[in-house]
């Protein structure tokens, strides 16, 4: 790994000066740059460091709308958001592994847009807000394809608004050997608006699967989507499953998840 | 060179590390405690994962300066004062959680992190909180058995799967 200077700012506005010097980039968890940085396919000059930013960091809710501060770890989520949005907080507790969930945030998961991670899922699907150092930004248009999104150049990820929907799950089939998720499905109805997110299928990331949405708003029910296959063509065929296993998958687990959604 | 201090194994310790200096290369080299291992470097292998702040970490995967002021227990910090193993570490003994021993030091962090979280865990919620941690040798089932037993459940029925 190249060296680099590393800075822990305590405040939002230290940290945004500090992603203004020549090649700075943002760390929260380190569970993924860390590692990025060991291969040397990342080469930051500067590290900012946004663990010690208490502003940045937390679970609050306040109505039907939840707010997570985006240095906040998994495993915090996974606790303290089980009573307002159990079906995210479900989310965060089955991301990788324990020590994983310990470091890793969801702010660093949102901006990395791994094609197989699940917050992206439950953002979209959820029809979260990106708030950042600059601007709100809606879920539809935060995830912009493979590890792309719409963050700027310093922009800083500071929490996500979550509109708590009346009912919801995520459906992870889990690829065991990453734990990332191989296919897996976020479903969020509020009213009768069923909002459906597909991860880990294709190749441009996460989804939304229109067909389902459809399906769901109509009849909000397993069987809408049996038999249901979204189209192969863009999905990720590798030794873990083809193409057409995943398309297959994107209907099975939002069944699934519709089935959890309604238990 | 930037000084770091932090609180390992109830001692206070400081030492001058570069930006890039992992959590588990300043334990291994600049402290000299060796019992936490390195299986992959990766974040894959749980044999590095120690105790930050209480919680479970894979010390090859943090910068040792972001945990300035932290807490760390290590594999070296478990055993009862008097040096003897804490019922944890004599249950992997007694139950044949170890073969190699490699994988140890990372799967008795993670199960005492289980523990304090949960004191009597079911078999399927020992296997859950151990995914990150590989195991090349045991088959997993003495580990499970010996959690198990550690948490004060009677394994006695507990047959190697
Ligand atoms: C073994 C293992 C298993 C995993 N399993 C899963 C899984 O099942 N599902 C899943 O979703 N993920 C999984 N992950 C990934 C994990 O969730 C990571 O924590 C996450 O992808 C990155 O978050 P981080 O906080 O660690 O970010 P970092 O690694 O610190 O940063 C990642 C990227 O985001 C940028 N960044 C970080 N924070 C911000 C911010 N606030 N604003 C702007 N940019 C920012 C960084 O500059 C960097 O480019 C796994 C990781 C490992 C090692
Ligand atoms: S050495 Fe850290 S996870 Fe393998
Ligand atoms: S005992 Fe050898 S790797 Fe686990």
């Not at chain 1, 708030?131 to 879920?139: D, G």
């Not at chain 1, 249901?228 to 998958?249: E, P, Q, V, W």
């Not at chain 2, 949960?118 to 590989?134: F, H, K, M, S, W």
Request: contains cysteine.
């Amino acid at each position: 790994m190249h060296n680099f200077d590393f800075v822990k700012p305590s405040s939002l506005a230290e940290a945004v000066k500090a992603m203004q010097a020549e090649g700075a980039q943002a760390l929260s968890g380190g569970q993924t740059l860390i590692s990025t940085m060991k291969q040397r396919l990342a080469a930051p000059a500067v590290l900012v460091s946004l663990t010690g930013i208490a502003e940045m960091k937390g679970v609050s809710v306040a109505g039907r709308v939840m707010t997570i501060g985006a240095a906040t770890p998994h495993a915090v989520v996974a606790k303290e958001a089980a009573k307002a949005y159990p079906a995210l907080a479900a989310l965060a507790g089955g991301i990788g592994d324990p020590a994983v969930r310990s470091r890793g945030t969801i702010g660093g998961s949102l901006a990395n847009n791994d094609p197989a991670a699940c917050y992206p899922a439950g953002v979209l699907a959820s029809a979260a807000t990106i708030v950042t150092s600059r601007r709100e930004i809606a879920a539809d248009d935060f995830f912009q394809g493979l590890f792309t999104t719409a963050l700027e150049e310093g922009e800083i990820i500071t929490a996500v608004r979550f509109p708590i929907p009346d009912r919801a799950a995520y459906a992870k089939f889990l690829q065991p050997a990453s734990r990332f998720s191989l296919t897996s499905a976020f479903v969020a109805r509020t009213g009768s608006a069923v909002r459906v997110a597909i991860t880990g299928a294709s190749e441009n990331g996460v989804f939304r699967w229109t067909e389902g949405e459809r399906a769901l708003s109509a009849n909000f029910s397993p069987q809408a989507v049996k038999g249901l296959k979204a189209n192969a063509d863009d999905m990720i065929g590798d030794l873990h499953g083809s193409k057409a296993y995943r398309a297959a998958l994107v209907g099975v687990m939002t069944a699934r998840a519709v089935a959890m959604a309604m238990a | 060179m930037t000084k770091v201090s932090m609180t390992v194994n109830g001692r206070a310790v400081s030492g001058d590390v570069e930006g890039r200096t992992l959590l588990s290369t300043f334990l291994r080299e600049g402290l000299a405690l060796t019992g936490t291992h390195v299986g992959c470097d990766t974040s894959q292998c749980g044999a590095c994962v120690v105790h930050v702040n209480g919680a479970p970490v894979k010390s090859c995967t943090v910068f040792a300066l972001d945990l300035e002021g932290a807490t760390i227990r290590t594999i070296e910090g478990m055993a009862n004062a008097d040096g003897s193993l804490s019922p944890l570490q004599q249950a992997f003994q007694d139950h044949h959680g170890l073969q190699c021993g490699f994988c140890t030091p990372g799967m008795v962090m993670s199960s005492a992190a289980l523990l304090a979280e949960n004191p009597r865990p079911t078999p399927q919620e020992v296997r859950a909180y151990l995914d990150g941690n590989i195991c090349r040798c045991t088959g997993y089932h003495n580990i499970v058995k010996a959690v198990l037993a550690a948490s004060g459940q009677d394994v006695s029925a507990v047959a190697a799967e």
